[in-house]
């Protein structure tokens, strides 16, 4: 009791508040994750003790696993890469005008996700600890592949293309170093893929790329030339509170696989989310609202990547282990402390270990009042015109993309992914499957290859694989998934009364989709044949992928030749097809205009074509020219000045 009343001491309590208010703006700006957040505040702490040090970076945590929501809920834009889960719902509750409720919730299940998750680093982390250690190849295999079979049922639409897009994001993983072999593979001799594509810029390249382009795509209707974006409906703290203690099983089911899945070491806040969502939607009475505004989908989203935070320390505190990628950079700041996590952590440092989690516990209360204070200003952005979103979003994704590793190519990779997906989502593919199989073929790929290599010297792979109770647990869960996603996809064909064998019309080879999907399949089976002579460790995974690939691009070719329709349509708008191909160009020569230039150049260039070339005279040029400057100085003085990111400087000379 004494330690816990050393939080209470003023100076305690204001390194607190700062961490968690920083730690929200790092959330809410798409691209500056978690983990970069507390890994730029590392330097700062070194001039303070170790316990204001991890207070004030357990507050970053804390408040940017929060902060992520924000974006994710108002935009459709994902702020960190746990926060994916919740723009399926999230953002249709925005466009239904219940911005302010899903913020509401979202704020309040954090909350109690985040205090479930700390009370479980509190009172059972030894023993928790000790059950995380069970957890080897063969169960990390399992609970990836199990995050894979839930793509076809998170995400509205075609279950064929949600699956497709998952075997496209697995595809986007195999680029660059294997981290089994240590050796390079499918880099095309380019020496800027050996490092492979970067989980951040892949995020921001699916989602919130694409949705600036959108934005720039609904100015040229008429009824969007108007400030937009949505009306925002009433809502009350109080119902808020009843939805999530009325109704528990969202925040109880997201809590607890959040708590559960944090402690795995190399699991985090992606998978926890996901699961979490699927099986809240699973168990619920009306899964088809899911995807079109559900509040307990973001309940359950955000209840779970909050716990996270707690079960992820679980590990690296009393074992060393970190549970994620955040508390990683959390071991390298205990360590420039002083500090050797471990179970003699709470013997030899027990002042700093018992005041750090109990200032854990008290930043998830402060979060709940800082959050639902701070909601009605969130909601404000909602009516920022899309001619000044668009080129914001835009500028974010640039610089969020390139400070992650200082890399331009993160910045080419960021537009071309969000072309293509801006593409795709013409043809009804979702960006959340290619999402989640980016981030985790990786882990099913190492789980399966060590796991042959563990099972092989024990002398059976198929035992090592297919016995002991977690293993068996996890592959049900698999199959149990995969039959109830035939069931309902063979469900939905009886009641569209669609006949399975249709006529095949000669006029349909012709077809845009058609010949899109015999392409692709002839690529895949290439693809197969190439990597044959590869060693085996490198291509039995990817071979699987394509494989599966091949079958499916396979099937939706089959289906469009019998379809009785031509389903091409105009890809871009013709009225902003120029101005899309300049802000994408714009936006890859950010290295060579430089990124101040660049942000400029966008914030006047989308408003003065809405002007001159869209006749919309309700915009005032000055005022645009004011927030532009006003909004280049801010980020001058936040990331050159403050935070002090390298970025491309080179200015543009007119």
């Known amino acids: 009791m004494e330690l816990f009343w050393q939080l209470f001491e003023f100076h305690h309590l204001i390194v607190l508040f700062f961490g968690l208010l920083l730690g929200i703006i790092v959330g809410a700006m798409p691209g500056l994750t978690p983990t970069m957040g507390v890994a730029l505040t590392i330097p700062f702490t070194f001039s303070m003790g170790p316990t204001e040090g991890l207070v004030i970076l357990g507050g970053i945590y804390c408040g940017s696993v929060y902060g992520g929501s924000i974006p994710a809920i108002l935009f459709n834009v994902p702020g960190a890469p746990a926060s994916v889960a919740t723009t399926f719902d999230g953002y249709p509750m925005t466009q239904k005008g219940e911005a302010r409720k899903a913020l509401e919730v979202s704020t309040i299940a954090s909350v109690i996700g985040g205090l479930i998750g700390m009370s479980l680093l509190l009172f059972f982390a030894p023993i928790v600890a000790d059950f995380s250690l069970r957890f080897g190849p063969s169960q990390s295999f399992w609970i990836a592949i199990f995050g894979l079979t839930v793509i076809a049922a998170i995400s509205e639409g075609s279950i064929m293309k949600n699956l497709i897009g998952g075997c496209i994001g697995l595809s986007l993983a195999f680029i660059g170093i294997h981290t089994v072999t240590?050796?390079?593979?499918?880099?095309?001799?380019?020496?800027?893929?050996?490092?492979?594509?970067?989980v951040v810029s892949v995020l921001i390249g699916l989602f919130a790329f694409p949705q600036a382009l959108k934005l720039i795509e609904s100015l040229s209707s008429v009824k969007d030339r108007r400030p937009l974006l949505y009306k925002i409906k009433k809502s009350s703290i109080q119902s808020s509170f009843s939805d999530i203690v009325k109704k528990p099983k969202a925040i109880t089911i997201g809590s607890a696989m959040g708590s559960f899945i944090g402690m795995i070491p190399g699991a985090g806040?992606?998978?926890?989310?996901?699961?979490?969502y699927n099986e809240v939607k699973r168990f619920s009475e009306n899964k088809k609202d899911f995807g079109k505004g559900n509040k307990y989908g973001v309940i359950a989203s955000?209840?779970?990547?909050?716990?996270?935070?707690?079960g992820s320390l679980i590990p690296l505190l009393t074992l060393g282990i970190p549970g994620s990628p955040t508390a990683a950079i959390f071991l390298g700041g205990l360590l420039i402390h002083g500090i050797w996590p471990g179970k003699t952590l709470f013997v030899d440092n027990a002042p700093v270990a018992y005041t750090f989690i109990y200032s854990m516990i008290a930043a998830q209360v402060l979060l709940l009042f800082l959050g639902l204070v701070l909601i009605k200003y969130f909601t404000k952005l909602t009516q920022i015109p899309a001619y000044i979103m668009a080129p914001v979003i835009l500028s974010f994704s640039i610089i969020g993309a390139y400070t992650m590793q200082n890399n331009v190519f993160d910045i080419y990779t960021v537009v071309i992914l969000g072309i293509f997906m801006f593409i795709m989502d013409k043809f009804k593919f979702a960006p959340a499957p290619i999402a989640l199989g980016f981030i985790l073929g990786p882990i099913a790929e190492e789980g399966l290859l060590h796991g042959l290599q563990v099972g092989a010297s024990q002398g059976s792979i198929v035992s090592y694989f297919f016995t002991g109770g977690i293993n068996i647990i996890l592959y049900g869960l698999v199959i149990v998934t995969v039959l109830l996603s035939v069931f309902q996809a063979l469900k939905d064909k009886r009641e569209t009364k669609t006949p399975i064998l249709k006529r095949v019309a000669i006029s349909n080879f012709i077809k845009l989709q058609a010949v899109v999907y015999l392409v692709a399949t002839i690529v895949c089976l290439t693809v197969i044949?190439?990597?044959?002579?590869?060693?085996l460790e490198h291509r039995i995974f990817p071979q699987i992928t394509f494989g599966i690939l091949a079958l499916l691009t396979m099937m939706e070719w089959c289906k469009a030749m019998t379809s009785g329709t031509d389903e091409r349509r105009q890809l871009v708008k013709k009225q902003t097809l120029p101005l899309i191909i300049f802000v994408s160009l714009i936006s890859l020569l950010t290295n060579v205009i430089g990124f101040y230039s660049q942000v400029f150049l966008l914030m006047l260039a989308v408003p003065f074509y809405v002007v001159y070339v869209q006749k919309n005279t309700d915009i005032k040029l000055l005022k645009v020219i004011a927030v532009s400057i006003c909004f280049t100085l801010f980020l001058y003085i936040v990331f050159s000045l403050i935070v002090k990111v390298p970025l491309p400087l080179t200015t543009l000379i007119f």
């Open 182 to 198: 240590g050796t390079a593979r499918f880099t095309f001799g380019m020496e800027s893929l050996v490092g492979g594509l970067h």
């Open 269 to 276: 806040g992606n998978i926890a989310s996901i699961l979490s």
């Open 302 to 310: 955000e209840s779970a990547n909050n716990s996270m935070v707690g």
């Open 529 to 535: 044949v190439w990597i044959q002579g590869s060693p």
